[in-house]
């Protein structure tokens, strides 16, 4: 990355810093289109991230953004990618070299995310007739070649139904003007940095070219070495990187637990004052379901979001956690990635993260774009040699979490709940409609009992390998994992990647 240009919100403390006197997105010359629908969406003012991506971006250069996700970096490339695409309602729509094909392309390493960015450039496109696909796997793939063939001229999607369809010549990339790789390091420890460069082969090289990422490890430096020119590097946090600042915002509590009790605990905390939407993490997805079982029985709207679970049941579950119809959540590491909700006030870490990286992404659910939140992370008698390295690792000051139960005075204390709390939700308040009342969008998932050739797995980037220990698939699912495996070996591809994008 030669001449690379460096933009930091962060200077020293002592430095004093003056503030442009932009107001709004219509600051930046964006087409008046694209300010209308953003301000119908309540959205006015760009975040530090945006205002300083968009200058740069809207000029056409190469951009690296390293910012954590919450901090509205979607409409940092959104706004750019559609201020240069020309749409059918357009004049000169027409005199393009292949009108209705794909104009640009945003790159995302998990469904949720796709669908998260596809949502946000549709908000922005709204008047301005811009067609959008969203294209990832688990649902069928006839609607999504119907969508390519009618002509859209935003794709955003996950790397190995991308290549899919483009390898099936259903999806054109040669005249796209600009790409995004967002989030391009869970890309990297997902493994799929090796299909975003099949797929950035498929591009022009007069593209230009967005990679957003919250850390900037050494294949991530390299593709961008061999894809960008001349990129203007964006910092939207602290020198020190990411994960103090995202600490910093969210208010944490760590009790050592007994595994027996942690349920009753979780159930109290979820009484607490004034708590809102909340993500509870698990490790494994065995635990999730588990987990989300015990709390539906105890009378709170939970669901559960892990790989076992097919696209559409995990679309009904985020819907209904959007919607507020649950609550609370229950997901693994993994299922969870790319998860962008808004007023998630709590956080809480039912099983010890693997280690600082996780830590901070999960608590990152919560105190986003300017919020704060709370944390609360058990800690098991044999996690908590784990749990020393992360707290020292992030200079938490919690060496040695407090022994705790679900009758502990300090537990009820330091959450705000009711000392009236028991394990179950009184009846007076179970007020939400719960999952039930999301109904399940067929999907057209076909094959196995979870839903087709990337069902099994659903949404996820990497959670191959993992399954709880002792786990035994019926003999359908194994039945179904064989006909994946001879259909991605009569393919030609790669099964790695395949199996990568499900869960």
Request: a negative charge; hydrophobic letters at 35%; one cysteine or more.
């Amino acid at each position: 990355m030669t001449d690379e240009t460096t933009i930091t919100t962060e200077p020293d403390e002592t430095t004093p810093v003056e503030v442009a006197p932009i107001q709004t997105f219509a600051d930046f010359d964006v087409h008046p289109d694209i300010v209308a629908a953003l301000a119908e969406a309540g959205i006015i003012s760009p975040f530090p991230i945006q205002a300083m991506t968009l200058p740069v971006a809207m000029s056409g250069h190469d951009i690296i953004g390293q910012a954590k996700t919450g901090t509205g970096k979607t409409l940092g490339f959104a706004v750019p990618m559609l201020q240069q695409t020309v749409g059918p309602n357009d004049a000169g729509f027409d005199a393009l070299d292949a009108p209705g094909k794909p104009q640009a392309l945003a790159v995302a390493p998990t469904r949720e995310l796709a669908v998260q960015v596809a949502g946000d450039l549709q908000t922005a496109a709204k008047r301005r007739g811009i067609r959008v696909a969203t294209i990832y796997g688990g649902r069928a793939f006839e609607p999504q070649i119907d969508q390519l063939k009618k002509g859209v001229e935003v794709v955003v999607g996950t790397p190995g139904r991308l290549i899919d369809l483009a390898g099936q010549g259903h999806l054109d990339l040669s005249h796209v003007r600009s790409v995004v790789l967002d989030e391009a390091d869970e890309m990297l420890d997902l493994g799929f940095l090796p299909d975003v460069e099949k797929l950035l082969a498929m591009t022009p090289a007069s593209r230009q070219t967005m990679l957003f990422s919250a850390t900037m490890p050494g294949a991530v430096v390299s593709l961008a070495r061999r894809y960008m020119t001349q990129p203007t590097h964006i910092r939207a946090m602290s020198e020190d990187g990411d994960d103090r600042q995202t600490v910093a915002a969210t208010e944490q509590f760590v009790y050592r637990a007994h595994a027996m009790d942690k349920v009753e605990m979780l159930a109290r905390i979820l009484q607490s004052e004034a708590r809102g939407l909340t993500v509870v993490f698990t490790r494994t997805k065995r635990t999730a379901a588990k987990v989300s079982d015990e709390l539906t029985t105890r009378g709170f709207a939970a669901a559960a979001l892990h790989g076992d679970l097919g696209q559409g049941a995990r679309e009904q579950a985020l819907r209904a956690f959007r919607t507020g119809k649950v609550d609370t959540l229950v997901a693994t590491d993994v299922a969870a990635r790319g998860i962008d909700v808004e007023n998630v006030t709590h956080v809480v870490n039912y099983q010890c993260p693997e280690d600082e990286k996780t830590y901070v992404h999960r608590i990152g659910r919560t105190g986003r774009a300017g919020n704060t939140g709370t944390a609360v992370t058990f800690v098991d008698w044999d996690d908590l040699g784990r749990w020393g390295l992360i707290n020292k690792a992030l200079d938490l000051g919690i060496p040695e979490p407090p022994e705790t139960y679900s009758s502990s005075d300090h537990l009820f204390s330091d959450l705000d709940i009711p000392t009236s709390a028991t394990g179950e939700l009184p009846r007076s308040q179970r007020t939400r409609a719960g999952l039930r009342a999301e109904r399940v969008e067929d999907l057209g998932e076909t094959g196995t009992r979870h839903g087709g050739r990337d069902g099994g797995r659903s949404g996820h980037g990497g959670d191959r390998g993992h399954k709880p220990s002792g786990h035994k698939p019926s003999s359908e699912s194994r039945q179904g994992g064989s006909q994946r495996r001879r259909r991605r070996t009569h393919r030609g591809g790669p099964a790695g990647r395949a199996s990568a994008e499900q869960g």
